[in-house]
């Protein structure tokens, strides 16, 4: 089974996120993208920057099966654990998303966590984009604050108390 958070970082935030990885890890390995713990690995690929657009990066933990070759399974898996919880206690993840020339039929997301550092970027920056991949369609944005998109209370005769 593979367990993968996407996220949105700049490398301020990569390199708060390595510190504290650092201390639930046996290695980091930059150069594959990896963190070692015993004789498994988590994959760890930063988000990339290019000009004005952020790409997702990835955690991710293939737990596998009886076959996977990894002894360590249960330790790895409670680094990932340990990992994914620093990651939702510190980032955001109240993000919209949407296909290109279709804004109009933006969603929310669950599995996408903006960083710190991330965040006010995208603030700040009118010309940011943050998407998949530097081809990708599907864009992401901080999502409005549920105030800002109107009420949710029923309108019309339709939804009228009965007396």
Same mark, same amino acid.
């Given at each position: 089974?593979?367990?993968?958070?996407?996220?949105?970082?700049?490398?301020?935030?990569v390199e708060?996120? &390595?510190?504290?990885a650092?201390?639930?890890?046996?290695?980091? $390995?930059? !150069?594959?993208q990896?963190? !070692?713990?015993?004789?498994?690995?988590?994959?760890?690929?930063?988000?990339?920057? @290019?000009? $004005? !657009?952020?790409?997702? *990066?990835?955690?991710? @933990?293939?737990?596998? *099966?009886?076959?996977?070759?990894?002894?360590?399974?249960l330790? /790895?898996?409670?680094?990932? =654990?340990?990992l994914?919880?620093? @990651?939702?206690?510190?980032?955001?993840?109240?993000l919209? !998303?949407?296909?290109?020339?279709?804004?109009?039929?933006?969603?929310?997301?669950?599995?996408q966590?903006? /960083?710190?550092? /991330?965040?006010?970027?995208?603030?700040?920056?009118?010309?940011?984009?943050?998407?998949?991949s530097?081809t990708?369609?599907?864009?992401?944005? &901080? /999502?409005?604050?549920f105030v800002? @998109?109107?009420? &949710?209370?029923?309108?019309?005769?339709?939804?009228?108390? =009965?007396?």
């Amino acid at each position: 089974m593979k367990a993968e958070l996407q996220l949105f970082m700049l490398p301020s935030d990569v390199e708060t996120f &390595i510190h504290f990885a650092k201390d639930h890890v046996d290695s980091i $390995n930059e !150069t594959d993208q990896c963190f !070692t713990v015993g004789d498994c690995e988590l994959g760890f690929k930063p988000s990339q920057l @290019i000009e $004005n !657009t952020l790409m997702v *990066g990835t955690l991710s @933990i293939d737990s596998g *099966g009886l076959d996977d070759g990894c002894s360590d399974h249960l330790r /790895a898996n409670k680094s990932y =654990r340990i990992l994914r919880r620093w @990651i939702k206690e510190n980032y955001d993840n109240r993000l919209s !998303t949407w296909t290109e020339g279709e804004q109009h039929k933006m969603g929310r997301t669950r599995n996408q966590w903006l /960083a710190p550092d /991330a965040k006010v970027w995208k603030q700040s920056n009118e010309m940011a984009v943050m998407r998949f991949s530097q081809t990708s369609p599907v864009l992401f944005d &901080i /999502a409005p604050e549920f105030v800002t @998109i109107g009420s &949710i209370e029923p309108k019309g005769e339709k939804f009228k108390a =009965r007396s």
